[in-house]
Nanobody, 122 residues
Framework: QVQLVESGGGLVQSGGSLRLSCAAS????????MGWFRQAPGKEREFVAV??????YYADSVKGRFTISRDNAKNTVYLQMNSLKPEDTAVYYC?????????????????WGQGTQVTVSS
């Protein structure tokens, strides 16, 4: 089993930055597909970014503004979010998939964190 704990969310003004962290425990996730998803009120959970053996990939809505990275020594994945917009407001979830190749599909992920709230004011 893998446990994931997100942190770093908060309230920020439009144009600001936040860095989310996802600390994994239970297993080493260096070979896992690690993704970030988000869910805004009344909307479905959507893909944001993923890092895997096959590369890193981003949703078009965040490309050029968000950066996903991992520190295998700390068993932690990060999401650096710059130039934040009000439409980025959502609960952000970290997810792990015991496969090396990237997936954009939330149904293919095995483990999820509890989420961290990001609110961007205009």
């Amino acid at each position: 089993q893998v446990q994931l704990v997100e942190s770093g969310g908060g309230l920020v003004q439009s144009g600001g930055s936040l860095r989310l962290s996802c600390a994994a425990s239970g297993r080493t996730v260096s070979n896992y597909n690690m993704g970030w998803f988000r869910q805004a009120p009344g909307k479905e959970r959507e893909f944001v970014a993923v890092t895997a053996w096959s590369g890193t990939y981003y949703a078009d809505s965040v490309k050029g503004r968000f950066t996903i990275s991992r520190d295998n020594a700390k068993n932690t994945v990060y999401l650096q979010m710059n130039s934040l917009k009000p439409e980025d407001t959502a609960v952000y979830y970290c997810a792990a998939r015991a496969q090396r190749f990237a997936s954009y599909d939330r149904n293919e992920y095995d483990y999820w964190g509890q989420g961290t709230q990001v609110t961007v004011s205009s």
